[in-house]
């Protein structure tokens, strides 16, 4: 599993012309799900978000978590962070959880880091979301998260 951090002092992500998610200060969180991934590691990786230390404290250090700022995150599935792009010119996603089995992870994270005490926005899985931010700082940083078995092909 993979997610994308972007510390922001807004984010929206819009549907159809809707805002279907929105927060002031916090993270910005694109959520990849690859093959082999379960519910452990969607329970693990929405842990290491909500306690990742990346906002300034009083001193100016980064030394605070979305749970010490209370801060919110918009989460937004992001297949395309399993993109391969070893060979040719076209990405190759085959190592991208099937659909399915990402739409469930995505929820398990999710509702983890709710469980966390975390505010959570979501974008709509699989839809043709358009996603604005206010990178603050900037800070963008790139959690992985490995299965805890082989993935089968």
Not at 7 to 35: F, K, N
């Amino acid at each position: 599993m993979k997610a994308l951090l972007q510390r922001v002092r807004e984010a929206s992500v819009t549907v159809e012309g809707r805002t279907v998610g929105a927060i002031g200060p916090g993270l910005l969180v694109l959520l990849g799900m690859g093959r082999g991934d379960g519910e452990p590691e969607a329970v693990a990786i929405a842990d290491r978000i909500a306690g990742l230390r990346i906002f300034q404290d009083a001193a100016g250090k980064m030394n605070l978590s979305l749970l010490d700022t209370h801060r919110a995150a918009l989460v937004v599935s992001q297949f395309t962070l399993y993109a391969d792009t070893r060979k040719g010119r076209r990405p190759s996603f085959v190592d991208a959880a099937p659909p399915d089995d990402a739409r469930r992870l995505y929820a398990v994270a999710c509702d983890a880091l709710r469980a966390l005490g975390v505010h959570v926005e979501r974008g709509i899985f699989a839809a043709e979301m358009h996603v604005a931010l206010v990178n603050d700082g900037p800070v963008t940083i790139l959690l992985e998260q490995a299965p805890t078995a082989a993935p089968s092909r």
